[in-house]
Structures are given as structure tokens and as C-alpha cells.
């Protein structure tokens, strides 16, 4: 410490009294490694008995080795699986640089200005937590969630994922978070990068969401070397709590293959080969076992109806379902009919129309759900006529939670049919498409000329039908 003390001193005439005041404090303190550091700091555990609750950073040998190569890259990329606690690894890097270095300038960008102030928040609550012997000879931090500020001149900015976003900074060190669900990944790269090219730091940190967005090509580049960023990555087994009985346990409840190798990759090829779609039932074991031998039902029960339109190449489908007699939480299949396109004509909506009033005339239909693009005339006539409600079924979000509800049904053999065709055929041909976002799926077809319209239609009267007042 003695030479780079005299070296300082020949340069006090050089610093301003905020450079001079930061030089003697820096000759008074050891400054820790980031491990170091961290592991007295403490992070939320939102898990604890079901509320939130405090707990020490103890970090795991994994996190230690991912954090020493940070302080040594100036480019880092890193592709994460869930809940490894590289979020507060991150955020807990950023209040070190600041603290312990003057005048440093950190940006964090996540897809949204909530998500990004939300890693804000909590740089500031490891601060506020950290003991007041621990902040002797430390800078003082204020602000907000938006912002924070030191007294030795760094700063911490929260900023929304713009295509402009960050351009007018010159950055210390910049954090973009959750990098491949980006809108605006590639504007953002091309205005953030030269924020730090004078000399700054770059980290971009994500789980990966397919292999066709920027996150994956600088991450396909940075392992064959052929950029300048390091790649970092934990597998699963990187959390010492977590053995095979563990993950055997998170794949039963998994609603998709592909989500559990994206988000709990054994491998970084794992984690992108993982495709949006897949087999709507991992085996039709599962709905085979929910074969039912149906009892004679009265007519007075309550049913739902929903069809789905099919013109040319699709079928019209028309399923029909109840509550199970004996579990209210369960679904009876009811009704199945299907029109299949002539070769070469239409199918007759008039048909169909007839055989709709019929089961309306015959049980007690209490409400027909329908897709709207083709079917809005003909459901118009059936309510104007009395002979059913009708009511649009909404194919965006109600349409998600529908197809998931539907395989939760048949997962859980909480769905009864007597298992003939063609419903099972239908069900057998679809695939499911997650949405990676709100972990839900939309059924679709594995192939053009196989039918779902039976499928979806069941989705459709399941969905409803588990809504109606018991």
C-alpha cells in the first residue's frame, strides 16, 4: 500500500476535494471481493413460511466462480435457469461496484421499466439492510427505485428496454436482464454497446426463449469464441439442494417439455433446443385413463355446448359437457358430433344449425360458446329464436387459459368420456404451443390435415362449464 500511496500522493494536486476525500477513504479501507461482499449482505426469501422473509446471502461455491469471472470480463453473457439467485447476484454486483468505486454510472434494462426499477428496489433494500458497522467508511446512498445516487458520485438508472434507450449515458457498467424477451433487443444492443465501449462493462443475462433472437446468436458466438463476450453458465445442479428426486418432482408438474428444458437446462444446448411446441398429451395413457362408462343421465343437468367452425379444410365440431355427478371440480363429456367437409364443397351450416337446435330441444343446454369468425349469424338466430344463450368465446387470452385448463383436466383425471372416437383422435392430433411468458398453451395441429376441432371445441364447453354458478 505504500508505493500506490506515494503514487497518490504526487497526484492530489491533480483531484478535486470530492477525488481527494474518495482517495483517503479507499487507503483506509480493504476493499473486499465481491463474494466477499455479497455474503454479508441479505436478499428476500419470498418463500419462507409464505411470506416474505430476510436471509443471509450465503452463496453457493458456483455463484462464487460466476462472479469472479464478472469482475474479470468487461463483456459477459450469461444464460440462466431459474432460481438460482443470479438476479441478487447481479444486483448485489452492482451495489459493490458503486460503493467502493467513485464515479461510476450503472444502467440496468429489463423488458419493462417496472422489472428493471423492481432490480433497483432491491440494490436498495441490500443497502438499507446492511448493517451500520458495515457502512462505516462507505458512501451513502439515496434515491428511489427509479434511481439511486452515492455520495462518492456513482449512480444506479433503471431503464425500460426502448430501441433508443440509454443512448444519451456513458456507462460504467450496463445490466440488461432477461435480454431474449426483449421487444426492442436488437435497437437496444445497437444503442447500449457504444455506452461502454469507452472502457465500461457489459453483462446481459437471460434464460434463453428459443434460438432465433440476438440473445442466442451472441450466445452461439461468445462459446465458439468468436466475440468478445465470456460466457457464464449454471445448469440446474448448480443450487446444492437440488438432486434428481428434485427435478423429477418439477418435471411431473410441468405443463410442457420444452418450458422444463428452457428453464431448467442441464445443458446450455438443452436450453435452446427446446421448441415452442409439442405433443398436447406427453402419452394418451393419460386421457384413455379418464374412460368412462356413463351412467343414464337426467336431462334436467346443465350443459354447455361450443363449436368450433370448420369451412373447407376443417371440421365442425360440436361438444357438448357437464359437471361429473360427483365431483363438482370435474367435467362429464356429454355430446360429440362432427361434420367433415365434403371433397369438394362445404360443409351445410343449416345441417348443423338443426341438429344444435335438436340437442337444445332434447337437454337442458344451458349456453352455447362459439368461436366468432365464422359463427356469429348463425348463433345471432339461434339466441333471437330462443332456442339457446349464446355467448362469443374469446380467442386470445380466454382461449390460453381454456387449452391449459383442458390438459390440467385430463393430467389430473378430472375429464370423463367413454372414450370413443372421434374426440380421441382429435385429441391425439394436437400439439400444444407455450407461451413461454404466461405459462400457458394453445392447442394447435401437429400437422395441417390432421383434425382438432373436437379438441378445441372441449376446451371451449370445459372452460365454460367450470364457470357456471354451482
Known amino acids: 500500500m505504500g508505493s500506490l500511496a506515494a503514487e497518490l500522493t504526487e497526484l492530489r494536486q491533480y483531484l478535486t476535494p470530492q477525488e481527494l476525500a474518495e482517495v483517503d477513504r479507499l487507503l483506509r479501507t480493504r476493499i473486499p471481493k465481491p463474494a466477499e461482499f455479497i455474503r454479508r449482505l441479505t436478499i428476500e426469501d419470498p418463500q419462507a413460511d409464505g411470506q416474505v422473509g430476510i436471509i443471509p446471502f450465503d452463496t453457493w461455491p458456483a455463484q462464487d466462480e460466476m462472479l469472479t469471472e464478472i469482475e474479470h470480463s468487461m463483456r459477459v453473457i450469461i444464460l440462466k435457469a431459474r432460481q438460482l439467485g443470479i438476479s441478487w447476484l447481479l444486483c448485489g454486483y452492482a451495489l459493490w461496484k458503486c460503493l467502493y468505486w467513485p464515479m461510476k454510472t450503472g444502467l440496468i434494462f429489463s423488458k419493462g421499466l417496472e422489472e428493471a426499477a423492481e432490480m433497483v428496489r432491491r440494490i436498495q433494500g441490500m443497502y438499507n439492510r446492511m448493517p451500520d458497522s458495515m457502512k462505516v467508511d462507505l458512501p451513502v446512498m439515496t434515491g428511489n427505485t427509479e434511481e439511486l445516487k452515492f455520495s462518492n458520485g456513482s449512480r444506479i438508472k433503471a431503464q425500460a428496454a426502448t430501441k433508443t434507450a440509454g443512448s444519451s449515458f456513458t456507462a460504467s457498467f450496463v445490466l440488461a436482464d432477461e435480454f431474449a424477451k426483449m421487444v426492442w433487443a436488437n435497437d437496444l444492443y445497437t444503442s447500449m454497446k457504444p455506452t461502454v465501449d469507452g472502457g465500461g462493462q457489459l453483462i446481459i443475462v437471460s434464460t434463453a426463449v428459443g434460438n432465433s433472437n440476438l440473445f442466442a446468436s451472441l450466445w452461439e458466438k461468445a462459446a465458439a469464441g468468436l466475440n468478445s463476450f465470456k460466457p457464464l453458465f449454471l445448469n440446474w445442479r448448480a443450487r446444492p439442494d437440488r438432486d434428481d428426486a428434485w427435478y423429477a418432482g418439477v418435471a411431473r408438474d410441468s405443463i410442457s417439455e420444452a418450458l422444463l428444458q428452457q428453464e431448467y437446462p442441464n445443458t446450455p444446448a438443452e436450453a435452446f ?120 368465446f374469446n380467442q386470445a387470452n380466454d382461449r390460453l387459459e381454456a387449452d391449459k385448463g383442458l390438459h390440467d383436466l385430463i393430467v389430473q383425471t378430472r375429464i370423463f368420456h367413454d372414450g370413443t372416437n372421434p374426440l380421441r383422435e382429435h385429441v391425439d392430433n394436437a400439439n400444444k404451443k407455450v407461451d413461454t411468458e404466461s405459462r400457458k398453451i394453445r392447442i394447435v395441429k401437429r400437422e395441417s390435415s390432421r383434425k382438432i376441432d373436437l379438441a378445441v371445441a372441449l376446451s371451449m364447453a370445459s372452460y365454460r362449464c367450470l364457470k357456471l354458478p354451482l
Open 273 to 392: 433446443s427446446a421448441s415452442d411446441t409439442e405433443k398436447f398429451l406427453a402419452d394418451m395413457f393419460l386421457w384413455d385413463r379418464c374412460r368412462w362408462d356413463e351412467p343414464h343421465w337426467d336431462k334436467r343437468v346443465p350443459i354447455v355446448l361450443a363449436a368450433d367452425a370448420g369451412v373447407n379444410n376443417d371440421s365442425f365440431a360440436l361438444v357438448g359437457v357437464s359437471r361429473h355427478p360427483q365431483a363438482n371440480d370435474a367435467i362429464a363429456v356429454r355430446v360429440v358430433r362432427e361434420w367433415k367437409p365434403p371433397r369438394n364443397g362445404q360443409i351445410d351450416f343449416s345441417a348443423v344449425e338443426a341438429a344444435i337446435t335438436q340437442v337444445c330441444n332434447t337437454w337442458n343446454v344451458v349456453q352455447l360458446a362459439y368461436d366468432p369468425y365464422q359463427l356469429h349469424d348463425m348463433a345471432t338466430r339461434l339466441q333471437r329464436n330462443g332456442t339457446v344463450m349464446t355467448r362469443e
